[in-house]
Structures are given as C-alpha cells and as structure tokens.
C-alpha cells in the first residue's frame, strides 16, 4: 500500500512562486494516476492538476492553467506541483491522491491522499 507525504507549503506573496512535493513509499506511482487537490476553509475540495503517469500526460483546472505545473521524478519516487504566479485565491491546504482510474476532479474517485500542505498567500 502507497503511503503519500506532502511538503513545500508556506506563506507566499502575491505573484510569488511554491513547488509541491508528493512523496510516495510502499510503491511506486510509476503506473498510477496522480492527482492535485486543494481545499479552502468553508469549500469543497478542488482538484487542480492530475497526471497519468503511464504516459505523462496532464491535466489542469481552467483557474491554474498557465500558471501551475506538474511533474515527476521517477528514480526518487515523487511528484511535484509547481505554482507560479499565486494569487489571493489560491490559499488551501493542498494534497496529492492517488488509486484513480483516472485523471478525474470527483475528489472520492481517488482512494489514497496524504496529509496535505497549507499554502497561504498575502503580501
């Protein structure tokens, strides 16, 4: 069973940049579908990136797209997100999950998640 450890969260100003860390032990993710999550007090949880590793391709929610990357680093086993250009709507906890058939943003198609990282934004 994967286990998934998220990390790179902090405080950012606005326009700044953060990269998101997704570590996986227990398994590889080569294979799985790999998706980015963020949830913000008093809303539902959205997803902004997914990746399917088989053949790398992406996805990207409309409101990221252009400014959020995904990626991977097979030999160590994680996936990063990488967040240019955040804006005051852009604070959440974010998570990684995994265990989909697909890239998909219904957040309870994915049976694995980590713990999620707090990314906040103000100048």
């Known amino acids: 069973q994967v286990h998934l450890v998220e990390s790179g969260g902090g405080l950012v100003q606005p326009g700044g940049s953060l990269r998101l860390s997704c570590a996986a032990s227990?398994?590889?993710?080569?294979?799985?579908?790999i998706g980015w999550f963020r949830q913000a007090p008093g809303k539902e949880r959205e997803g902004v990136a997914c990746?399917?590793?088989?053949?790398?391709?992406?996805q990207y929610a409309e409101v990221v797209k252009g400014r959020f990357s995904i990626s991977r680093d097979n030999a160590n086993g994680t996936v990063y997100l990488l967040m240019n250009n955040l804006k005051p709507a852009d604070p959440a906890v974010y998570y990684c999950?995994?265990?989909?058939?697909?890239?998909?943003?219904?957040?309870?198609?994915?049976?694995?998640w980590g713990q999620g990282t707090q990314v906040t934004v103000s100048s």
């Open positions: 990746m399917t590793t088989s053949d790398g391709m992406t």
């Open positions: 999950a995994t265990d989909a058939p697909q890239c998909t943003w219904y957040a309870p198609v994915y049976i694995t």
């Open positions: 227990g398994r590889s993710l080569n294979g799985y579908v």
